[in-house]
């Protein structure tokens, strides 16, 4: 059961909420402007959806689970994968930022770098140590070629 309830989309849900929660209750008179949050939110939201539903199709066609505690079947380092070693990670880093950006909540973009450190401790470090124990050198060259986020 905990493997189904400590999975990103819940961090990202939770780390949402409490961004909401800070806009709706603690908005402390801070602003982008409502055009420039509106646009720019909208532009991260859509770019890490469209990023992570690449990541998702690219993973499915290599026939491998993308669910961050299964085995790995394939080493996938084609597609979005050539940018970054966790599309999907970086997809959902860019709708937590959009969604800050979109509810004006200039306080919780301080929450961008903690969700970043909480998918690498809990999630990254230990799928990059699997991958390695099982693809070895391949991973290794995989890993110097292409950076973890960007």
């Not at 982008?32 to 539903?53: H, K």
Request: proline share 5%.
């Amino acid at each position: 059961m905990r493997k189904w309830i400590d999975i990103p989309p819940v961090w990202l849900l939770a780390f949402l909420c409490v961004a909401y929660w800070q806009a709706r209750n603690h908005p402390v008179g801070l602003s982008f402007g409502p055009v420039w949050a509106d646009l720019l939110g909208g532009l991260f939201v859509g770019g890490g959806l469209l990023l992570a539903a690449l990541a998702l199709i690219e993973l499915r066609r290599n026939r491998t689970s993308f669910m961050p505690h299964d085995e790995a079947a394939q080493l996938v380092t084609g597609g979005v994968f050539k940018l970054s070693r966790n599309p999907i990670y970086v997809g959902d880093v860019m709708i937590l930022l959009g969604i800050i950006l979109y509810l004006d909540a200039v306080l919780s973009l301080a929450l961008v770098p903690i969700f970043v450190w909480v998918v690498e401790k809990r999630f990254i470090e230990k799928e990059e140590v699997r991958l390695q124990r099982k693809f070895v050198a391949r991973y290794v060259r995989y890993s110097q070629q292409t950076r973890r986020w960007l």
